[in-house]
């Protein structure tokens, strides 16, 4: 892992990171998604794409939704700039809709600087951590097997976790939102659960 502009990023992410910073071009009407990792972001990929194309795929037997994993319709900027650095969000049907766990800071010039909305999603930190432990224990079961939890909370605590340091990221939008709420949404995963029409 490596720190780049206060956050942990592993080598591949942080190739696409730059990439991304160097290349990407936001539009006025675009709806940028951050969140960071394991914090629900499947399920806000899917509210969020349901929501901007409502009036395109009406519910029915033929929605994308129904068939298509939501990380393919809605692209993941320093993931996608990791595994092509030639990528283009240019054929993207306005308004594109496109993820990422890039703290304020770091996202490219274009976004800070165009009209488009930033939706800022944050969640309980322990909720985080379990879920990141979890999902970590899965992708690498033997590598994971020896690491106590005790350990995991600590590097937890330090930010030593692809996009942390938690509170770091988190406040970056929280004041965001508050200087400018007409273009981040600043929202938490309890609300949403709870009040999810709304």
């Known amino acids: 892992m490596y720190q780049f502009e206060g956050s942990w990023q592993t080598q591949a992410l942080l190739q696409g990171l730059l990439n991304c910073q160097k290349h990407f ?46 990380h393919s319709l809605v692209p993941y900027l320093e993931g996608d700039y990791c595994a092509s650095p030639d990528v283009s969000f240019s054929e993207l049907p306005s308004p594109r809709l496109v993820q990422t766990h890039i703290t304020h800071r770091s996202l490219p ?20 951590f ?7 224990r899965k992708l690498a079961p033997e590598e994971t097997a020896d690491y106590p939890i005790e350990k995991a909370v600590e590097a937890f605590c330090k930010g030593k976790f ?3 340091p938690f509170w770091d990221h988190m406040l970056e939008y929280w004041y965001e939102s508050r200087k400018n709420p007409n273009k981040v949404l600043f929202v938490t995963y309890e609300e949403l659960k709870k009040q999810t029409e709304s």
Request: proline fraction near 7%; hydrophobic fraction near 40%; charged fraction near 15%.
């Open 162 to 164: 692809i996009g942390g």
């Open 109 to 128: 010039v274009s976004i800070k600087s165009s009209s488009c909305k930033i939706v800022y999603c944050c969640r309980n930190p322990k909720d985080l």
């Open 25 to 70: 071009e936001a539009k006025d009407s675009d709806v940028i998604l951050v969140t960071l990792p394991k914090l629900g972001t499947t399920w806000l990929k899917t509210l969020l794409f349901a929501l901007i194309h409502r009036h395109k795929f009406p519910v029915s037997g033929n929605h994308p939704l129904l068939t298509t994993n939501p």
């Open 130 to 136: 379990v879920s990141i432990w979890h999902f970590g």
